[in-house]
């Protein structure tokens, strides 16, 4: 617009006056232009703060939709919560029942089993008294029969005792050179020594008959006594075909190999 002004300027005079009536037109005209701007504006705002306000009114009715249907699944829990409350009530009656039940019939039970303990306990006693009786019969019976078997041995014993103190008859004495190995002097060691039978020959062993030779002396040493307790066997038992038999297979009374 100032340009257009010094424009005008330079003008002619008459130009001049024109040219002020086109300036003010074109400013009016963009004053009317502003104006209209200014109003779409209020109007955009206007529209917008409503937009706005719509949608928090939407966003409010979503929001009380929710909290509606919220307190509807609170409601619903509530419910169930009491019903659950109801069913664990029913559930504990229910048990305490049974619990007075179980102590009665576990009452009547222990009442049973302290009886049937009593009576066991008296057939118990009862049966005890029967042993103990039968014991001190069966001891008593023993006793008398220990008592009546000491008696017996007793008497046994003393008439052992008297038997060993009344004066034994010597059996007499054999000749014991009918012994292969035995001489005179041999059988007179061996009578000196106790042995004077065929009988007390045989039971003797051979190392005890061999004692006896070497304390008689060292001349004796050689002399082997081994068949001597076979041989007077055979003699005391009478066997004499027997006993010559073996002496024919000895060789000065001992083993020939």
């Known amino acids: 617009a100032l340009i257009e002004l010094v424009d005008f300027n330079e003008m002619a005079p008459g130009k001049a006056a024109s040219g002020k009536s086109k300036s003010s037109r074109r400013r009016r005209r963009g004053k009317g232009k502003a104006k209209k701007t200014e109003v779409a504006s209020t109007e955009a705002a206007v529209a917008v703060e409503e937009a706005v306000v719509e ?13 509606v249907e919220e307190v509807a699944v609170v409601e ?23 619990v007075e039940e179980v102590v009665e019939a576990i009452e009547e039970k222990v009442e049973d089993a302290v009886e049937a303990v009593a009576e066991v306990a008296e057939a118990v006693e009862e049966k005890v008294e029967e042993v103990v009786e039968a014991i001190e019969d069966k001891v008593e019976d023993v006793v008398e029969a220990v008592e009546e078997k000491v008696e017996e041995v007793v008497e046994a014993v003393e008439e052992k005792v008297e038997e060993i103190k009344a004066p034994k008859e010597e ?43 070497l304390a008689a002396g060292n001349r004796y040493k050689a002399h082997d006594p081994t068949t001597w307790p076979r041989q007077a066997q055979l003699a005391a038992d009478g066997a004499w075909d027997e006993l010559k038999a073996l002496q024919d297979d000895l060789k000065g009374g001992k083993e020939v190999d």
């Open 55 to 67: 949608e928090a009114v939407v966003e409010e009715a979503v929001v009380e939709e929710a909290v």
């Open 76 to 98: 619903e829990s509530t419910s169930i919560v009491e019903e659950a409350v109801d069913k664990v009530k029913e559930v504990a009656e229910s048990v305490e029942e049974k």
């Open 171 to 213: 059996a007499p004495a054999d000749d014991l050179k009918k012994i292969e190995g035995i001489g005179p002097k041999i059988a007179s060691i061996l009578n000196e020594a106790g042995i004077t039978t065929f009988a007390a020959l045989a039971g003797s062993e051979a190392d005890k008959i061999r004692e006896i030779l």
